[in-house]
């Protein structure tokens, strides 16, 4: 699979938010900054001895909140929970819901097309059809648990990864947004001084959680809490280390401020530790094997298990959909190990007794092109596909996957809208997080609403 430049310039901008921190290396003019860009991050310990979690917005914490046990201190486990999973590079939404009967999908596909043989049926629309590798998420759909969205996207769609990623993460059509949906949201209804609230795993700040008031965090993964000390190996060592030293390297008193700051953080830091490390505890929910979204999510639902009071949390799927080329051979293995780990989390939720918090939005920046390229693969389009997934999801499909010919495609050749997702955005903050749409999302009295979640 080739990726496009922008795809790969998106990549390392985001990379560089997290490592930089205070901002981004320049970017091309008239390219939007990410959501977050400038926002202070204050990591658990100093050099050469990091904590996997790093916190967002630290500069405005109370630290004795933490001190009181965070799991206690800040609401309570019948929250409901937002999910999100974003599948990077624009995937085919006619790879995963296939148009078959449209002969003018047979035709604008000569080698990507998808036949009878290769797909399964979509209970309730005969237009479109599973691909077999999707068989996971297609189970969950028959169970009324996923909402289809086959062709959503925005006015006047945007096709680079950049640009069009941006204004789904903050939830506008703005190139200057510099908070994320999620992080306008908390900054109303969140705690200033509960940084898991909003949580991104793979150790990158999603900027759907960008906020102004509250902090959120990012960590590499749920069990990725520790303080590491280089070329240290045996375990007594280590453990002498960490609870005979760094745990209380916080503790002496100070009278120099600055000392005295840095001795709070150290010591708010091992005590985040203790409490994310010891309560989660194993599962025997059965997950895919070597499939880091899946581990992620086995680590999410274990954590909101043990109570840890995440209100929103932010991941990223595996692999990558910027399928200019060779898109038949590479595409259908990444599908597949999507849908098996959203599936599995699904499970797991329900094993747990916590379905009926959790709701999952599964998106990409864009879809591709009805047309095929010369190398095998598809180009970047407007609307793609997205999925709201759980056992409170409405089920269903919402808007018609349009015909490909000049009813269905614009001037520019790529399939036309038929949903908003900021409209998705909407409906879930008033239907499922029972909040005032147009406190977070600019011009949300116009936008359409959608049925998402079930009453």
């Given at each position: 699979m080739a990726c496009c430049d922008d795809f790969t310039r998106s990549q390392f901008l985001r990379q560089s938010i997290a490592k930089a921190g205070d901002g981004l290396p320049a970017?091309?003019?008239?390219?939007?900054?990410?959501?977050?860009?400038?926002?202070?991050?204050?990591?658990a310990l100093l050099a050469g001895a990091g904590m996997f979690l790093t916190v967002y917005g630290a500069d405005r914490l109370g630290f004795d909140a933490f001190d009181a046990g965070i799991a206690e201190a800040f609401?309570?486990?019948?929250?409901?929970v937002v999910v999100t999973i974003f599948l990077a590079g624009g995937i085919d939404g006619m790879s995963v819901l296939a148009p078959v009967s449209d002969p003018n999908y047979q035709a604008l596909r000569s080698t990507t097309r998808l036949t009878d043989a290769d797909t399964d049926p979509l209970t309730g629309y005969d237009a479109l059809r599973w691909h077999k590798k999707a068989a996971a998420l297609k189970a969950l759909h028959d169970a009324g648990k996923v909402t289809i969205f086959p062709a959503i996207s925005y006015d006047q769609p945007n096709q680079s990864h950049f640009t069009s990623r941006h204004f789904y993460e903050v939830g506008a059509l703005d190139a200057a947004g510099s908070t994320?949906?999620?992080g306008r949201w908390l900054d109303v209804?969140?705690?200033?001084?509960?940084?898991?609230?909003?949580?991104?795993?793979?150790?990158?700040?999603?900027?759907?959680?960008?906020?102004?008031?509250v902090a959120v965090s990012a960590a590499d993964s749920p069990s990725g809490y520790d303080f590491p000390s280089p070329d240290v190996w045996m375990s007594e060592v280590t453990a002498a280390m960490t609870t005979g030293g760094f745990d209380h390297?916080?503790?002496?008193?100070?009278?120099?401020?600055?000392l005295a700051q840095a001795r709070q953080a150290q010591r708010n830091a091992a005590t985040l530790r203790s409490q994310l490390n010891t309560p989660l505890g194993t599962t025997t929910a059965p997950y895919p094997a070597n499939n880091r979204l899946a581990r992620n999510l086995r680590g999410l639902a274990q954590m909101l298990k043990a109570g840890l009071p995440i209100r929103a949390c932010c991941l990223e799927g595996n692999g990558g959909f910027d399928t200019h080329t060779g898109q038949v051979a590479s595409m259908p293995n990444d599908l597949e190990s999507n849908c098996l780990a959203i599936a599995a989390f699904q499970a797991h939720l329900e094993a747990e007794g916590l379905a009926d918090?959790?709701?999952t939005w599964v998106?990409?920046?864009?879809?591709?092109?009805?047309?095929?390229?010369?190398?095998?693969?598809?180009?970047?389009?407007?609307?793609?596909?997205?999925?709201?997934?759980?056992?409170?999801?409405?089920?269903?499909?919402?808007?018609?996957?349009?015909?490909?010919?000049?009813?269905?495609?614009?001037?520019?050749?790529?399939?036309?809208?038929?949903?908003?997702?900021?409209?998705?955005?909407?409906?879930?903050?008033?239907?499922?997080?029972?909040?005032?749409?147009?406190?977070v999302i600019p011009g949300a009295d116009v936008l359409p609403r959608y049925a998402v979640v079930s009453p």
């Open positions: 970017i091309e003019p008239g390219m939007p900054t990410p959501a977050g860009t400038g926002l202070t991050r204050r990591s609401g309570g486990p019948s929250q409901a994320g949906w999620l209804v969140g705690e200033v001084n509960n940084p898991i609230q909003g949580l991104s795993l793979g150790g990158q700040l999603s900027p759907m959680l960008a906020s102004t008031r390297l916080g503790d002496p008193p100070a009278a120099d401020a600055i918090r959790v709701i998106w990409s920046e864009f879809g591709r092109r009805p047309y095929e390229n010369d190398s095998q693969g598809t180009d970047h389009g407007a609307a793609g596909v997205g999925f709201v997934v759980g056992s409170k999801a409405a089920g269903g499909v919402v808007g018609e996957f349009p015909v490909l010919d000049s009813t269905g495609v614009d001037q520019n050749g790529n399939v036309r809208a038929t949903s908003d997702f900021r409209g998705v955005y909407c409906s879930l903050l008033e239907d499922w997080l029972n909040f005032d749409a147009a406190m």
